[in-house]
C-alpha cells in the first residue's frame, strides 16, 4: 500500500472506531491460529496483546463462537458521540477566542462551555477535562524564565561594582555597643 494513511496503527484505530470491525479482527486472529501461525506473530501482526487472544480463544472453546460476539456494555451510554468527538478535534486545534470565548487557551470549564453552546452537551467540568486529557491536550502552567545575561557583560558589571566608590569602606568596622 503506498497511502500515507493506510499505517498499521491507523487501521487498528480505525478497526476501534467502526462497530462491528473489533470482531473481525477477532475472527482473523483465530483463523490465523487455526491455521497453524504462533500466538506471538498474530499477536504482533494484528496489533492485540498475548491476553487478549488467549481469552477469545478459551472463550470460544468454552461456548463457542458466540463468545465473539459483542456484548451490550454496562452503564450510561457516551453523551458525545465519535462525530462530536472528531468535529470537538477540529475545534481544540483553534483557540477558544476563535468561538467567542474569553480564554487563550482550553481548559475544563470552557470546553464545557463550548460543548453546550455548539452541540447542546452538558458535561462536567471533569469529564471534560478527561476529554482533553484523551484527546491529548495537557494543560501546562506558565512558567517563568529567567534571561540569562551574558558571561561578557556579567563580567563587566562585576567589574563596575568593585569600582564603586565606598562599596567597601564600612565592612571591617565594629558596631557600637
Known sequence: MTHSDATRAQLI??????PGAWTGIKVAALLLILEGQRPG??????????????????GVNATGLDALRPKPRPGRPARLTSQVGQVLVAHLDQSPQAFGL?????????LVTHLKRQFGVGLKVRQAQMWLHQLGYRLKRASHVYLQARTSEARRFQRALKKTPGAGAGR??????
Request: no cysteine; aromatic share 8%; net charge positive.
Open 41 to 58: 506473530w498474530v499477536t504482533e501482526v494484528l496489533g492485540v496483546t498475548r491476553m487478549s487472544l488467549s481469552r477469545w480463544m478459551h
Open 13 to 18: 484505530a480505525l478497526a476501534k472506531d467502526i
Open 172 to 177: 571591617n568596622r565594629r558596631l557600637p555597643g
Open 102 to 110: 474569553p480564554r487563550v487557551q482550553w481548559d475544563g470549564p470552557t
